[in-house]
Every structure is written in C-alpha cells, then in structure tokens.
C-alpha cells in the first residue's frame, strides 16, 4: 500500500475517480431524459417517431460504446470540427458524456417501454371505463405501475454506465482505467495493491448500489 | 400492439386527423435533421469520392476490414466458450451445500462483475507481465478480461434459471436415486439453460461489443485494423467508423435474431421452466450496457 502513501499517487487515483463520477453523473441524467423522450416516441402513435425511436435503438444499442467515444473524438470533434469547450480536457469530457449519453439512452428507453409493457391492459381498459380521462389514466394508472418495474432495470443500466465510463479513457481523459495504467507503469513492484484498491473502489460501491436497487425495486414492486 | 392497446384508446376520428399532422410535422423535422447533417459532411468536404471509395475496393476488405473481423470473431468465440464454462462452473459452485465452495464462487463472481472491464484488461495487458516477467499476449488478454466478466454475469444468469426450475424436478430426479451431480448436470442445468436463453444470448452480444475494447490494448481487431489504421491510410475517419458500425449491427442483429427464434421455439414446445422472476437476482451489478438488465 505504500504507493498510495506518496500524494501525487493518491492524487492520481482521487482524479481519475472524480472524472468517472462526474462522466456518470452527467450521462445519467443526458441518458434518463433522452432515454425517455425516446421511450415516449416508441409508444407514440406517431409512425414517424416509432420509427426514429427504434432506428436509434437499433443502431446504438448494437454498435460498440468504445466505436461510439472513438467516433464522438475523431468524427465529430477532429474532422467534423465539433467542439464543447476550449480547455482540452474538458473538450474530452463532453465528448465522452454524448458519446456514453447517446449509448446508455437507448437501454433506458428499452427499459421504459417494457415497463409500460408489464402494466396489463386491463389496467388502462378499467380506468376508462369508469370514466377516467386519457391523462387521468396515464397519471394516475400506468405510470405508476410502470416506473415501479422500471426502477430494477435502470439501476443496472447506471451502474453499467458507471463502468462503462472507464472507456471515455480511449480518447485521453486520465479516468480511473488510465490512472491505473500510469501507476502500474510506475511501481511495477505493486501491481497487485494498485489494481486491487483500482477494482476494490468500483466493487465497494457498486455491489451494494446493486442489491440497493434490488432491494427497492422488491419493496416497491406491483403485487399481482 | 400491446403498448397502443394500454396508452391510448382506439383513434377515431379527430384523433386520426392529429396523429396525421403530427406524422407531417415530425417528418419534416426529420428531414430537416439528416440535411443538416448531410450539410455538415458537406461542409468539412466528407462526401469527397477519394474518402468513400477505399470501400469499393477488394483490397481495403482483404487487407483490413476483414482480417480485423476475423480477430473480432475469433476473440469474441474463444471468450464465449470459456465464459459459457466459467458461468456453469461458478453457478453449480454458488448454488453448492458447503459454504466453503459457495462463498468463495460467490465472491468471485460479485466481484469480477463489479469490475470495469477495460479496468480489469489493463491489469492483464500492463500489470501481469511485471509479475511474469513475460510479455502479455494481447488476444489473451482480451480474451481472459471478456471471459473474467461475462462469465461472472452468465454464472448469475444460470443460478437464477436453476432457482427458477420447479422443486419437483429435483425432488423427483432425487426419488428415483439420483446423486447430487447427476441431479446439476442432468436436471437442473439443461432446463435452466433453455429457460435463460435469451439472456445469455443478449449477455452474448455485450460480448461481441466488448471485443472493441481490445483496440485500446492494440490488439488487432475489427475497430483497430478496419477503422484505425484505414483511416491513417485514406485519411477516411468518419466513412469507416460508420462501415465497421454497420458490420457491428449486421453481427449483433444476427445473434438478437437468432435469440428470439431460440426463444419463440422453447416456448413453443411448452417444457420450459418459468423463466426466473425474480428480479432482484439479475440486477446485481452485471450486464454491460445494462444488456442483461434489458434483455431480462
């Protein structure tokens, strides 16, 4: 553990897990609103939007994340000449949000649209029968149904995210993967302490973020 | 559609008249999106002959669309076998009687789930070699880093379908004198297999995707030969990232495919097991990509 005592060293590991804690929290939420715009056009009657909503699944959901960041870097910053700041390492940074946001927006959006799909249709069909109005019945009857049965499969769409925002290092943000690197290439005598305090920090809170979800989405789960 | 049938009523008819002028107004809003794109291709001179044509050439897909795809597939083949092993061999080991078999498994598998993969690749591609004193092979690398992870999710995914198979299956396999093994191996793990099938599946493509992580390590796969390096030939960054995305789909689409034909036959023959409801077993911290999580 004695890499760890030298501060530029714990600097670097406080850095590169600052950077996937911003990258997640800022894809979660980039992802959780177009996640579920998308989901809305998916179940639109609108053919149009049904049919852009499942384009975009379709094609990011299948594609690579890693392509995803290599193209949000080399396509859209260097040769289509997008750029989201002027300070590089933050240029790096946006770019890896859209790429990571656009990614994961497509899982939420599956996830949404198959918890609309657990409310059976007989919720909706009572609702209007007694007389409940076309916004009363999403308000009050299927959302609520919905985002229960959504809230376990979302929890494990964000800490995949969590994860997958160790590849935004592709494109050189000094993230925890690439801190990593550096200090293994540093202190080849301790690759073992350094890898497991690298992969110790990402178990110690994503394992009980996991059986947290879990544990909600029981208790909050629709008894039928 | 299930989804129209739960939302909305039956469109009569002034729903029928918004719905078409919604239909126009967002197609022109489309519309109007993929010129500016076009516009913006245009702009930076992307439509440019020299920079699409390298794709009409044999040689571009000899010389490194293809061997690249092949790297892909022989990496993403390899790690599947093994993962499919590790998953059965970490499931029986978690669902074992001895709490010294099952606590160790269990450890093991919450763990390497947790663990970013590109966290763990780099570990094996820069850490091991200081240990060994060897050199890394790159293919393995990748290949043990997939296998580490996906087989952590897959040994989850069969302990939930094994929980999932009807007591009376292993009471009667019990009954009529079969040992505890003979039980695992011939009972409960075939029907578990078929009842997960479409997880496994989907966790199947996560593998595939993940392969592409092998280009930060330079091992010479679909993203590195046929994009990377065609691209410091022909200067043609953008035109091949989107070739190798559409090959990517192509490979993916064909495996969701297949799942749900998989999935339409098991059901048909009507001897499956209940797939597993329980939930809160799959969340966990597994599926990259929240595949496994949204293909549950």
């Known amino acids: ?224 | 559609m299930s989804t129209d049938a739960v939302l909305y009523d039956h469109p009569g008819p002034r729903a029928r008249a918004r719905n078409r002028i919604l239909t126009v107004v967002f197609g022109v809003l489309l519309l109007a999106l993929l010129y500016w794109i076009y516009s913006k291709f245009d702009d930076k001179g992307q439509w440019a002959v020299a920079l699409w044509k390298p794709f009409t050439e044999a040689s571009t897909w000899t010389g490194a669309i293809l061997p690249g795809l092949k790297n892909t597939l022989a990496a993403a083949l390899v790690a599947m076998v093994l993962s499919l092993a590790f998953g059965v061999i970490f499931a029986v080991g978690r669902l074992s009687d001895h709490w010294w078999l099952r606590l160790p498994s269990g450890v093991v598998v919450e763990f390497f789930r947790a663990v970013p993969l590109l966290l763990m690749m780099f570990f094996i591609f820069f850490g091991i070699p200081f240990v060994t004193e060897e050199p890394m092979s790159n293919f393995w690398a990748v290949v043990i880093a997939l296998t580490l992870y996906n087989g952590s999710v897959l040994a989850e995914a069969f302990r939930a379908g094994v929980r999932a198979v009807p007591i009376g299956q292993s009471e009667a396999a019990y009954a009529i004198g079969m040992r505890k093994g003979q039980v695992m191996s011939q009972i409960l793990i075939p029907q578990a297999a078929r009842a997960m099938l479409p997880v496994i599946v989907s966790q199947l493509v996560v593998l595939v995707k993940d392969t592409a992580l092998g280009y930060i390590i330079s091992y010479s796969e679909l993203l590195q030969l046929g994009v990377n390096n065609l691209a410091a030939n022909f200067g043609n960054v953008l035109q091949a990232s989107i070739v190798a995305a559409i090959i990517y789909i192509a490979i993916n689409a064909t495996l969701t495919a297949a799942a749900s034909w998989l999935a339409r036959r098991t059901r048909r023959s009507g001897r499956v097991a209940r797939p597993a409801t329980g939930r809160s077993v799959l969340v966990g911290v597994g599926g990259a990509g929240g595949e496994a999580g949204a293909g549950a």
């Open chain 1, 1 to 224: 553990m004695s890499v760890f005592s030298d501060p530029t060293n714990r600097d670097v590991y406080v850095t590169g897990f600052l950077w996937i804690l911003k990258l997640t929290l800022a894809s979660s939420v980039c992802a959780l609103v177009l996640g579920t715009l998308l989901a809305a056009m998916r179940v639109s009657p609108v053919p149009v939007l049904r049919g852009f909503g499942a384009a975009w699944v379709n094609i990011f959901r299948n594609t690579p994340l890693t392509l995803i960041v290599f193209f949000c870097y080399f396509g859209l910053y260097s040769t289509l000449g997008f750029t989201t700041s002027n300070d590089l390492e933050l240029n790096n940074y946006w770019l890896g949000v859209v790429g990571l946001s656009v990614y994961t927006a497509a899982f939420v959006c599956e996830a949404i649209r198959s918890g609309i799909n657990t409310v059976p249709a007989g919720q909706a069909e009572a609702a209007r029968a007694i007389g409940m109005t076309f916004r009363q019945t999403l308000t009050s009857i299927v959302l609520p149904q919905a985002g229960r049965a959504v809230i376990a499969p979302l929890g494990s769409i964000f800490i995949a995210l969590a994860k997958n925002a160790t590849i935004v290092g592709t494109i050189g943000l000094m993230e925890s993967s690439n801190a990593m690197k550096q200090l293994i290439n540093d202190n080849g005598n301790a690759v073992f302490a350094i890898f497991f305090v690298f992969a110790g920090t990402f178990a110690v809170v994503l394992i009980p973020t996991g059986y947290g979800f879990g544990w909600l989405a029981d208790r909050l789960a629709v008894k039928r």
